[in-house]
């Protein structure tokens, strides 16, 4: 969303969305269990992992059509098991070690219509930055459909690991339908909330609060279905107000407001 100055409507829906949940992927290599798939199922406890520490390791991604884009936000992981090179003093004093060598993060990004003829986004191929959180923007839009993040180096020699390779921007098709939800109290300060195949969403958000026109609380679930889904976050003998709403890469469709029983 877009905050300009100190003023801004916290209700107001935001100007681009999320185009790359559960969209095709491919890689140059992968390691066991750390599919390309990992990087776009918005999950931070996922994540994809090349084979090899190798330089020019690659993640691509395919939108599926040509879109509208603002925004590509690319999370790097930190894997347990990367057989990290770690510095000879940390491994050797015995106690704790702070490095203060410079550990770049350094990749290239590019973009494609048709997957053949590539142009490039953004260029670290000569950053001097760890960023592992890196937002590259674009407020005009670039119409893409591929996007191919090559990755030249990772702090201590590590295999790379993203655990998120976001696009955001504007799609072109239809809003999904409204979700028909369901949501009951167990226990006091707990409740379910069950969310049928709703055709077009990606995801829901679960919002609740004391009144009906309050409900400042949420819960995020990806999907386009949630059989049972258990929060737990209630103020015992606290009357509630629920509403589910579904979205996809196109918009937001608002549920009906409930009280919850």
């Given at each position: 969303?877009?905050?300009?100055?100190?003023?801004?409507?916290?209700?107001?829906?935001?100007?681009?969305?999320?185009?790359?949940?559960?969209?095709?992927?491919?890689?140059?290599?992968?390691?066991?269990?750390?599919?390309?798939?990992?990087?776009?199922?918005?999950?931070?406890?996922?994540?994809?992992?090349?084979?090899?520490?190798?330089?020019?390791?690659?993640?691509?991604?395919?939108?599926?059509?040509?879109?509208?884009?603002?925004?590509?936000?690319?999370?790097?992981a930190?894997?347990?098991e990367?057989?990290?090179?770690?510095?000879?003093?940390?491994?050797?004093?015995?106690?704790?070690?702070?490095?203060?060598?410079?550990?770049?993060?350094?990749?290239?990004?590019?973009?494609?219509?048709?997957?053949e003829?590539?142009?490039?986004?953004?260029?670290?191929?000569?950053?001097?930055?760890?960023?592992?959180?890196?937002?590259?923007?674009?407020?005009?839009?670039?119409?893409?459909?591929?996007?191919?993040?090559?990755?030249?180096?990772?702090?201590?020699?590590?295999?790379?690991?993203?655990?998120?390779?976001?696009?955001?921007?504007?799609?072109?098709?239809?809003?999904?339908?409204?979700?028909?939800?369901?949501?009951?109290?167990?226990?006091?300060?707990?409740?379910?909330?069950?969310?049928?195949?709703?055709?077009?969403?990606?995801?829901?958000n679960?919002?609740?609060?004391?009144?009906?026109?309050?409900?400042?609380?949420?819960?995020?679930?990806?999907?386009?279905?949630?059989?049972?889904k258990?929060?737990?976050?209630?103020?015992?003998d606290?009357?509630?107000?629920?509403?589910?709403?579904?979205?996809?890469?196109?918009?937001?469709?608002?549920?009906m407001?409930?009280?919850?029983?």
């Open positions: 969303m877009n905050v300009e100055g100190l003023a801004a409507d916290p209700w107001k829906d935001p100007e681009w969305y999320l185009l790359s949940y559960g969209k095709k992927t491919a890689a140059s290599s992968c390691a066991p269990g750390r599919e390309s798939s990992c990087a776009v199922d918005e999950n931070a406890q996922t994540w994809w992992k090349a084979g090899s520490a190798g330089e020019g390791q690659w993640l691509s991604l395919d939108l599926g059509e040509v879109m509208d884009v603002r925004a590509i936000q690319i999370n790097f930190d894997d347990t990367n057989g990290i090179a770690w510095p000879e003093q940390a491994q050797n004093s015995g106690e704790r070690y702070i490095d203060l060598t410079l550990q770049a993060t350094r990749w290239l990004l590019e973009a494609s219509v048709d997957g003829a590539w142009t490039v986004v953004e260029d670290k191929r000569n950053a001097e930055t760890d960023l592992s959180h890196d937002l590259v923007v674009r407020e005009n839009g670039l119409k893409i459909r591929r996007l191919r993040l090559t990755i030249f180096q990772v702090p201590y020699g590590a295999a790379p690991c993203v655990s998120g390779l976001r696009v955001f921007g504007r799609g072109s098709g239809e809003k999904p339908q409204a979700p028909k939800a369901a949501a009951k109290r167990v226990g006091p300060m707990n409740f379910t909330v069950s969310i049928p195949q709703t055709p077009g969403a990606a995801g829901f679960v919002l609740w609060g004391h009144r009906a026109d309050k409900l400042y609380h949420s819960y995020l679930l990806m999907g386009s279905s949630v059989s049972e258990n929060i737990g976050a209630l103020v015992e606290q009357e509630y107000y629920f509403r589910v709403d579904s979205f996809n890469e196109n918009g937001i469709t608002e549920g407001v409930e009280k919850l029983s």
